[in-house]
Structure formats: C-alpha cells, structure tokens
DNA sequence: TTGGATGCAAAAGTTTTGCACGGTT
DNA sequence: AACCGTGCAAAACTTTTGCATCCAA
C-alpha cells in the first residue's frame, strides 16, 4: 500500500494515526488545519488527540511529505499534502475561497536565486489574495 | 513631518503611540512581531500596551500603511512599512536570518493572474527558505 | 465636545511540553 | 526488548475583546 511506503520510505514509524492524517490529506484538495483534520478523523470513528495531530504534521513536515502552508489573513497554520507539482492558491479575503493556481511561477525563480546566494533553497510559500469576483462590490 | 501625513492622509489620528510605532518599523529594516515593537518603544521610555500595539498596525495594514508578513517556519505575525517597490525575503531555517531580495519576481504574475481570474488581487506573501552557506552543513 | 485611541484585565485561540503508557519494529 | 508514538493535562505563547478612561480633532 502507498501511503504506508511514504512512511516507511522516510524512517517514520507506521502507525493508524499517522495513515488516518495521510489519508484525510489525500483526500481534501485545499490546506487544512490540525483542527480539521482531528475532527475529520472523529467523524470516521478514529480518536486522536490534537497533541499528536501536531506532534505527526511536524514529523512528517521534518520529512517533506507534507508541506506548511500560511495565509496572511489566518494565524493559523495548515498543512497540505507535498505532492509533486506543488501550486499555491489564490484567497478571497472576505469570503476566503481557495483556488488552485496552475504551476508555480517560481520554480526557476527559486533555483536561479540559489545560484545567486548560495542558499540551499529548500521550499517556499506564496500566498495570493484579493477579492474573488462575487466579493468584489461588498468589500 | 512625514510620518504625521502618513497617517492624516489615511484617516487615522494622529497620536504619539502610531508615529512611535511607525518610527519603529522605519528604523528597522526586516518585519517585526508587536512583542519587539513594545520592546523597541519601551527602550525609549515610550510605554504601550500590547493590545494597542495589535490594534495600531491593525488598523494601519487597513489602510495599506503596513504590511502583514509571514513567514512559514514561525507562527507570529510580522510587519514591515509598506514601501514603494516591495520586497521579500530569503530566510535561514536555521540561524533564522533574513536576506531581503531585490525586486519582486510576481509583479508581472499578479497583474496577469488578475485579469485571467477576474479577481481583484490586493497583494501577496511570498517567503523563500532554506539553509544559508553557513549552515548548510550543520542541518 | 465627541468619537476614536489606549490601558488593563480577562478570555479565546493556537501550539508546545512532560510524563506515563501503549504499539511498532 | 527497545524505542518511538500517543493521550492527557498543563503550560506557554499569540491574539482578541469588553469596558472604563484618555486624548486628538
């Protein structure tokens, strides 16, 4: 099975919870947070304390299967799924819809940058936002 | 003076506790949390509340004053003078220090993205992170 | 004078931590 | 068996809020 190879792929140990949070992530196609992901998990009769919710989400950040994401507007962090081909999103600010934005106008961006400054860049986070067509008159 | 107008021309009163922090966030020249604002202010026998702290550049990145700004590894908020010609920042993970980079790569992307999407795009977060030569090796 | 700005204290929201116990390897 | 993962409770940290008072316009 897939999800159990990313763990075991990575030096994490295999274990219902952290396979419950991989699953919730697969399944959802927008960031989310450590919250909605303990909830999504109850729903589906898997307890879990939101200790280790954080404590999974940071491991396997450590790891690169998953990636932080923040939004200006949130003080909140979520955590999406690192999948290859990474996007980011475009946010309304008054109704906070999420859209996927295809391809990531950085990629060669980040890697000529590296060259530059010698840093070894190893991600980046880029938070678009506005207001979406339907919010745009009830600013 | 300069800083009064900043804040006459958007509306804001003009009181001692907004120029200090705006005298803050123009000395410094990466984004600052509101903890070190009231520090910096107290340094100067300037006393202030924390919760006026938040409500100030609340209500100063209202107006397009100041600029929320975030980076991935850390949950605060930060905020930076919103200068003509911004700018974003390259940040170590592990000595935490911050490289501003000249010139945004999304000026161009954002203006485009717009008329694509029909949104009305107010801004973005952009934050690039990695290793810096010196600590590269110590990962 | 009037409405917005501030201080204070309390609460809310988010994240981290220590320790005992349980589960994977 | 050894070590890492998890639950629980408490604490730490960050941000927000209500209300009384103060100050700029």
Redesign the pocket.
């Known amino acids: 099975m897939e999800i159990k190879d990313v763990l075991?792929n990575k030096g994490?140990?295999?274990?219902?919870?952290?396979i419950g949070i991989l699953k919730v992530l697969d399944m959802v196609e927008y960031p989310v947070?450590?919250?909605e992901i303990k909830d999504k998990l109850n729903d589906n009769d898997i307890?879990?304390?939101?200790?280790?919710v954080?404590?999974?989400l940071?491991?396997m950040a450590e790891v690169g299967i998953v990636n932080r994401v923040n939004f200006s507007s949130d003080?909140?962090?979520f955590y999406e799924l690192n999948r290859n081909g990474h996007h980011h999103y475009l946010h309304c600010l008054k109704c906070k819809a999420l859209v996927i934005i295809d391809g990531c106008p950085l990629d060669d961006y980040q890697e000529d940058l590296a060259k530059k400054t010698k840093y070894d860049l190893t991600g980046h986070n880029l938070d678009i936002y506005g207001y979406c067509p339907k919010c745009q008159d009830k600013k």
């Open positions: 075991k994490l140990k295999i274990t219902k919870k952290r947070d450590v919250l307890e879990i304390n939101l200790s280790t954080y404590r999974a940071e491991d003080t909140r962090v």
